[in-house]
């Protein structure tokens, strides 16, 4: 197998091009709409249903009784969903708006199917039970949408984090450090008995960039840098002449 691997993104990379970020966009609102579709019409099919049950048992007399009756048990599911979503969002767990969701699927399942009658075939109760069942998951789904969306916002008054500015790199630093230079007298004679390039030059009778040059090559030492004289050399450490011609 060759070394040369073939580069390939992480997932993490993958999703975060401009074109995934707007994919997944418009996947989740589709997502949120279908889910809206399907909950809507779930609890209709259930609620219509459930009139009927109603009004073949006792409230046909009444209209607005028969279609209101429905919400007495189709609407706790509504609230208990609610409130877990409220829950979830505080990072706690409601026990009651779970009794309040189970009680109301159950209680919609159970009188969907039960208004279906006795001795009906098999696939009439598979019918009445399927909208209160789709209308429990639709339902959830929804919160669920809703809860990722609401968790993902900054909470009321608190500010999204700012991301840091990078440090920029820092150039390597070199290990060796040029040999500090010895420090100049402080009391001025004896600052004086210090001769400057250019009277370094005249004792030589060579020019100021001679006496540079012999700096450079290390055939004269500078004591120190005056800064005000410039670089001064000790008379007592110069090289004779015969040296320097």
């Known amino acids: 197998m060759s070394d040369l691997a073939m580069p390939h993104s992480s997932p993490a990379t993958a999703l975060s091009t401009p074109r995934a970020n707007g994919a997944i966009f418009w996947l989740a609102v589709l997502a949120a709409i279908t889910t809206i579709a399907l909950t809507a019409a779930a609890f209709w099919l259930s609620y219509e249903h459930l009139h009927d049950v109603a009004a073949t048992h006792g409230l046909a007399s009444t209209p607005s009784r028969a279609w209101a009756w429905p919400a007495t048990v189709d609407l706790f599911i509504v609230v208990g969903e609610l409130l877990i979503l409220r829950a979830s969002l505080k990072g706690s767990t409601d026990g009651w708006a779970i009794a309040l969701a189970a009680l109301g699927s159950g209680g919609s399942i159970a009188l969907n199917v039960a208004g279906v009658g006795p001795d009906a075939p098999a696939l009439h109760y598979v019918v ?3 909208p209160p069942v789709a209308a429990l998951l ?77 700096l450079d090559r290390g055939i004269i ?7 005000r004289r410039g670089n001064l050399y000790d008379p007592e450490t110069l090289p004779p002449l015969t040296t320097t011609s």
Not at 221 to 227: G, Q, T, V
Request: charged letters at 25%; zero cysteines.
């Open 128 to 130: 009445a039970a399927v």
């Open 138 to 214: 639709a339902f959830g789904a929804l919160m669920r949408q809703i809860h990722g969306v609401l968790a993902a916002r900054p909470a009321h008054g608190e500010q999204p984090a700012e991301q840091a500015p990078e440090t920029p790199e820092q150039p390597p630093v070199d290990d060796e450090q040029p040999a500090p230079l010895p420090e100049a007298p402080t009391e001025q004679p004896e600052r004086d008995r210090f001769l400057s390039t250019r009277e370094v030059a005249d004792r030589y009778g060579v020019t100021m960039s001679t006496v540079g040059t012999w």
């Open 221 to 227: 030492e500078r004591a120190f840098k005056d800064p």
